[in-house]
Nanobody, 124 residues
Framework: HVQLVESGGGSVQTGGSLNLTCEAA????????MAWFRQAPGKERDGVAC????????YYADSVKGRFTLSQVNDKNEVFLQMDNLKPEDTAMYYC??????????????????WGQGTQVTVS
């Protein structure tokens, strides 16, 4: 079955940088999208960034535009999220998500059927 393997995250001071990586193992689909979502305590899970692996088009939440960059790793089903100029409000559990079909609304969690376990990002 499909498995999303996440790595990265951790703790950093305000203004610092972190990165997250997600690999979709045993991925059988030819066309898909991968994304990162985040959920802070007591809040809903929100879309952060998405990339369509065929074409490389990316979408970002307004709150992270200009600070976060999502890219595909070497034409693989693997994505890399570079997070710069981090702020305390970026503190959350970050989840990788993948869709085996076209995600019409790329930052909505209902578009994704596969999810990672989550990795913590803390900014102080």
């Amino acid at each position: 079955h499909v498995q999303l393997v996440e790595s990265g995250g951790g703790s950093v001071q305000t203004g610092g940088s972190l990165n997250l990586t997600c690999e979709a193992a045993r991925w059988p689909y030819a066309s898909n999208a991968m994304a990162w979502f985040r959920q802070a305590p007591g809040k809903e899970r929100d879309g952060v960034a998405c990339i369509y692996l065929r074409g490389g088009t990316t979408y970002y939440a307004d709150s992270v535009k200009g600070r976060f960059t999502l890219s595909q790793v070497n034409d693989k089903n693997e994505v890399f999220l570079q997070m710069d100029n981090l702020k305390p409000e970026d503190t959350a559990m970050y989840y990788c998500a993948a869709s085996g079909t076209y995600a019409r609304y790329p930052l909505q969690e209902g578009e994704y059927e596969f999810w990672g376990q989550g990795t913590q990002v803390t900014v102080s």
